[in-house]
């Protein structure tokens, strides 16, 4: 019976570490796993205050799109670094969440406007995106997303992914 | 006559049409309950009152609307959102989830002879 055991426990639990270390690099993939690609919608929608399509403009160049609602409180948290971020001519897409017109005309009139684009989405972006929450704010470079933040962003933080 | 049938037609009409409703409704119901919502884990998006879950209800509707099967919508989930957003566990994981019950039950077999000799012994 001793005999037997000595084999059998060392088997086991040689087993379980296996199964433990296969398990951990699934999760390592599930990190680094990438993003999914920008939808072609906000290229090619008619942005809210400027009437242009983006189209081609940012092919070459970082920016930022950031998820927005007049409804959210933790957006106008941000709002004040993003207002800074504007002058220091960073590109940020604003995309409005699920929102009324008449609250968004109203919420930038008041706050001020720090995207160089704004679109209205009634959720299909969202949903193409990932998106959990607003605030969300993506981080693109060449058309690709490198970064994502979900909840709001304050000043030196957006600097570290820039 | 033609009075007659109407009422009959209409009485159908109202025995079929609800019914009809439901089971799609049923349908897309029963699709919510196995989607989570990323918001709060615990809920499926069914349950979840978050704008998350409400739009991604109506983004579903839509899809069904447009004709996709389930399956196809849960892949586009899938890709989109990861493993984390259905209910259903990958395989490979279920291993891992039933290995302290098998660890336990092989103790316990390895162990049954000596608590016999002890027994005998008494």
Known sequence: MNKIKIIIIPVVLLAIALVIILNLNNDRNLVEK???????????????????????NLNDRKYMINFFASWCAPCLAEHPSFMKLKQKGIIII???????ESNLNQWLNEHGNPYEYVIRDDGDIAFKLGLIGVPETYFIDKQVIYKKIQGPLFGNDIEEFL | MILKNFYKLFLLFLLLFPFNVTSQEQI??????????????GQSIYDSETTFAQNLREQIKLKFNQGLTKKEIKNELL????????????????????????????????????????????
């Open chain 1, 34 to 56: 990438s993003y999914p690609p920008l939808p072609q919608i906000i290229f090619e929608e008619l942005s809210y205050f400027k009437n242009e399509r983006i189209g081609n």
């Open chain 1, 94 to 100: 604003g995309i409005n969440f699920r929102d009324e």
């Open chain 2, 28 to 41: 897309r119901i029963d699709f919510y309950k196995t989607i989570r919502c990323l918001v709060c884990d």
């Open chain 2, 79 to 122: 890709t989109i959102y990861g493993e984390d957003i259905s209910f259903q566990p990958k395989k490979n994981k279920l291993f891992l989830w039933f290995s302290p019950f098998i660890i336990l039950s092989l103790i316990f077999g390895l162990n049954i002879s000596r608590y016999k000799k002890k027994l005998n012994k008494k």
